[in-house]
């Protein structure tokens, strides 16, 4: 009987020891973490916990606003020149299978032009290329491969164009801002073009105001407004489905009066009836002309929709004076050859690519790189 209480006696010890020291252990854990890392922990990580990517205090110490610093756009196109050759290597492939043969009979050269074709090169250039680079193999009596590839090289740099100027035209006179307008059917990409510029033109050390006149889409503005925040950039809203031309109006306003490099303005893109469109888009810009001259359109093309892409680009042009192309998500097509198609339709260059979805993947064209990587 003794015994058994003295067991009875020792299991309750153990039980309340075990307890206390589960608890203390428990307690442990929710510690709060030590002050430097709270330190660390600034108001937008508090605002914005979900905030997806690393980023770096401005200045080092000020602790209250946290903002990106975005990678410079020089060089971005080496960076992602994998992915453009991953996307794009088909081609290339293909092209260079059919030139290293020995013998290059009528069949061949139609084999080139149909893979041409076949990644939206369009008619009229696939028809000159063939034929300059057929001319080149048999009065330059090329015979070799290599030299093959290297003739084919240059007729490609120079049908995508290695003279065209494809400077993004973000400098005001007289003291107002450079004003871009980006134009462009919504779902291409078109508000993230903005906001990634943004960050190309910030990396520049230029100072930037957005003008989210994109009313008509919901998210449209509060994306814009997100994006602009990451880099320390103003964005000036409207009331949902407001005027987009006053938006556009206040956000250059605000530009002169800040004294701002430059102003980037998103636009509706309900392509519903042409009419609509020169109305809402010509409206835009007279209004912001009221303020300081237009210096860029830029048109943003989704390459994925290939022909519609195309038929896309003809009614924008026809409705405002596009001056330069972004071409999105070049990342998610092989068919490259719509850099080509799209330059020649319009007659203006393209000017950035789009080569996935994180933040700076958003690089300036670069003829010569973009060949390269296609023949890798
Ligand atoms: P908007 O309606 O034209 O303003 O289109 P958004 O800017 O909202 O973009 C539509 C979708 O396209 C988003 O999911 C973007 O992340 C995506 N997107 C934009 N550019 C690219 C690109 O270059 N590559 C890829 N893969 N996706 C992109």
């Known amino acids: 009987m003794t015994t058994l209480v003295l067991v009875l006696l020792i299991a309750a010890g153990v039980l309340v020891l075990g307890g206390g020291i589960a608890l203390v252990v428990a307690r442990g854990r929710r510690e709060l973490p030590p002050t430097d890392v709270l330190d660390a922990i600034t108001e937008e990580e508090i605002e914005h916990p979900e905030h997806p990517e690393p980023h770096l205090e401005d200045e080092p110490g000020a602790g209250t606003t946290t903002i990106e610093r975005p990678e410079a756009a020089e060089g971005r196109l080496v ?3 994998a992915r453009l050759a991953r996307s794009q290597g088909s081609l290339g492939k293909g092209l260079l299978a059919v030139l290293s043969r020995a013998d290059l009979d009528d069949a061949a050269w139609e084999e080139l032009e149909d ?23 048999r009065v330059e009596g090329i015979d070799d491969p290599e030299q093959a590839k290297a003739a084919l090289r240059d007729e490609l740099a120079g049908l995508v164009g290695l003279d065209l100027d494809r400077t993004l035209r973000a400098t005001g006179a007289d003291g107002k801002p450079g004003v871009v307008l980006v134009v462009g059917v919504n779902g291409t990409g078109k508000t ?12 520049d050390g230029k100072s930037v105001v957005l003008g989210a006149a994109d009313t008509f889409r919901a998210a449209a503005s509060e994306q814009l407004q997100t994006w602009g925040e990451r880099v320390g950039v103003h964005t000036v809203r409207g009331p949902e489905g407001g005027d987009p031309a006053s938006v556009g109006f206040e956000s250059v306003q605000k530009g002169i009066e800040d004294g701002t490099d430059v102003v980037l303005v998103d636009t509706a893109g309900r392509l519903h009836t042409k009419a609509g469109l020169m109305d809402e ?10 303020q300081a001259p237009v210096t860029e359109v830029l048109l943003v093309i989704d390459a ?14 026809e409705v405002v004076d596009v001056t330069g192309i972004v071409l999105t998500k070049l990342d998610g097509t092989a068919k490259g050859g719509i850099v080509v198609a799209v330059q020649r339709e319009l007659g203006v260059p393209v000017k950035f690519v789009g080569l996935g979805e994180g933040a700076d993947d958003l690089a300036p064209f670069d003829a010569e790189e973009f060949v390269d990587a296609l023949l890798g």
């Open 79 to 81: 960076r992602l020149r």
């Open 304 to 317: 994925t929709t290939g022909q519609n892409g195309l038929a896309q680009a003809r009614v924008f042009a």
């Open 192 to 203: 993230t073009t903005v906001g990634r510029l943004a960050r190309v033109l910030v990396a």
């Open 115 to 137: 893979t041409l074709l076949a990644a939206d090169v369009g008619v009229g250039p696939t028809t000159e290329l063939v034929e300059k680079l057929r001319t080149r193999v």
């Open 281 to 290: 888009l010509g409206k835009v810009k007279r209004v912001v002309e009221k």
